[in-house]
């Protein structure tokens, strides 16, 4: 394929001494003169591991060049990537005006091609917030051109995967190929490009495909602050933080795999918040700072208040809670996030009804007694008997469970309103019901 690749940066320099090694014929555009210098003499702009060779051999064969001119870029090429810089604003916004700028010039380049039924696809690999492409890029293009986006020409967004020190070898054994796409079109000139690299392809809606870059970023900064902060508490304690982190990460079931990484309701029960609470204080008695462990449970708790802010807006006051206990199969109440949302509500003079099959006053024994006791006193009078006890008294129904007799029981439509806390099964399709409210789609 022909590609021209705008911005010759670490991603852009690598993208297109990569592409051109899988045999495109690629045009690096720059602003900057010396970086368009040093690629046309066969020199990588950036140290980087194997870079350097690549580039050498790229441009000899005569698969890679580059050009200050964008007209001549675009006129050269049949995809585009956008590789340019997004840093922070002072106030640690993204700033797009690099973005902005390029996303212009590409568009008035276009504007030739535009109705000649040659259609180029534009390929965004910048990091930008999810709404970027929709609401700011390609107005920009289709201002520019003249054309409209997915009809004209395409547009693509494609985040980038690569380490800085192993980014060539990270280009051509990803971890995965996430294409955003707005028509099939464009998604399809995107995976030809990347055809016969390893790794699970992804092709998504393009606002995911920008979130997916945040959620990688986001989620390998918080792991490395979460072990550097235990680390620091094991150092205090006097214990191997190393031979800790060992037999952590030994653990694939439940530590290093999807469990708990599906977004929900909060967290409870009778280890997690009493452990993060025991930690967290001897962490402050050893006068170790532990931000991140110390706001893990007002996170949650934040978490819960949201639940109450979506029945707040409804504007209702008769409520069904379906679920009470922290974990299905059992009446634990103890720490139970379900029982904190039923304390709230009922605190703030909402007209409560609650159902949980495995929750029966006669049967609570011993601390989880006297949790339920000191919490919740009322809750005799607020449990239902039956879904149907529920659902006949609520205008709003919280859904905390994924108990089956729940679950089928549930109705379609705009009364009650259900929110949704757990992601219910069939929560894509109730997304269109006017009563219909997801905590975390």
């Known amino acids: 394929m022909r590609v021209s690749v705008f911005g010759l940066g670490y991603v852009g320099c690598v993208s297109a001494a990569c592409l051109a090694g899988m045999g495109h014929e690629v045009i690096g555009v720059d602003v900057n003169q010396a970086k368009v210098d040093l690629v046309d003499d066969g020199k990588a702009p950036v140290v980087e591991e194997r870079i350097g060779e690549l580039t050498a051999e790229v441009v000899r064969t005569g698969a890679l060049r580059a050009t200050r001119d964008v007209e001549e870029a675009i006129k050269g090429s049949d995809v585009s990537l956008v590789c340019v810089g997004t840093p922070s604003e002072p106030n640690g916004s993204l ?5 902005e700028r390029v996303t212009e010039q590409i568009g008035a380049a276009l504007a030739a091609r535009v109705g000649q039924g040659s259609r180029h696809t534009v390929v965004f690999r910048s990091t930008m917030l999810p709404g970027t ?28 995967f690569l380490r800085e020190g192993t980014s060539v070898r990270d280009f051509f054994d990803p971890p995965k190929t996430v294409i955003g796409e707005i028509d099939p079109a464009s998604g399809d000139v995107v995976a030809a490009l990347y055809e016969g690299l390893p790794g699970e392809t992804f092709r998504v809606p393009v606002p995911t495909a920008e979130a997916i870059k945040y959620a990688d970023n986001a989620f390998h900064g918080l792991k490395i602050g979460f072990a550097n902060e235990l680390g620091a508490v094991c150092q205090a ?26 977004p929900g309701f909060a967290f409870g029960g009778s280890c997690l918040p009493k452990d993060l609470r025991s930690l967290v204080h ?3 008695r050893a006068d170790v700072s532990v931000p991140i462990l110390a706001h893990v449970l007002p996170s949650n708790s934040a978490h819960l208040q949201r639940a109450v802010d979506l029945v707040e807006r409804t504007g209702k006051r008769r409520v069904g809670l379906f679920g009470l206990s922290f974990k299905p199969g059992t009446d634990d109440l103890r720490e139970s996030p379900l029982v904190e949302l ?16 495995n929750v029966n006053l006669s049967r609570l024994m011993g601390a989880n007694r006297e949790y339920i006791e000191n919490r919740l006193p009322h809750l005799e009078q607020l449990l239902a008997n039956s879904v149907d006890e529920v659902l006949d008294h609520a205008e709003v129904c919280l859904i905390g469970t994924r108990d089956p007799a729940v679950l089928s029981a549930l109705p379609h439509g705009d009364s009650p309103v259900l929110v949704d806390l757990i992601h219910l099964p069939d929560a894509e399709a109730r997304r269109a019901d006017p009563g219909y409210v997801g905590l975390a789609w």
């Open 342 to 357: 039923a304390e709230r509500l009922f605190g703030k003079g909402y007209d409560l009804r609650i159902y949980d099959a």
């Open 237 to 262: 304690l006097g214990v191997d933080a190393h031979q800790v982190m060992d037999v952590f990460l030994a653990d694939r079931k439940l530590n290093i795999s999807p469990a708990y990484l599906r």
């Open 95 to 99: 700033c797009t005006t690099y973005l």
């Open 133 to 160: 492409c929709l609401n700011l890029l390609i107005p920009l293009l289709e201002k520019h051109s003249g054309g409209t986006a997915g009809v004209d020409f395409g547009v693509a967004v494609n985040p980038e």
């Open 282 to 284: 001897a962490a402050q």
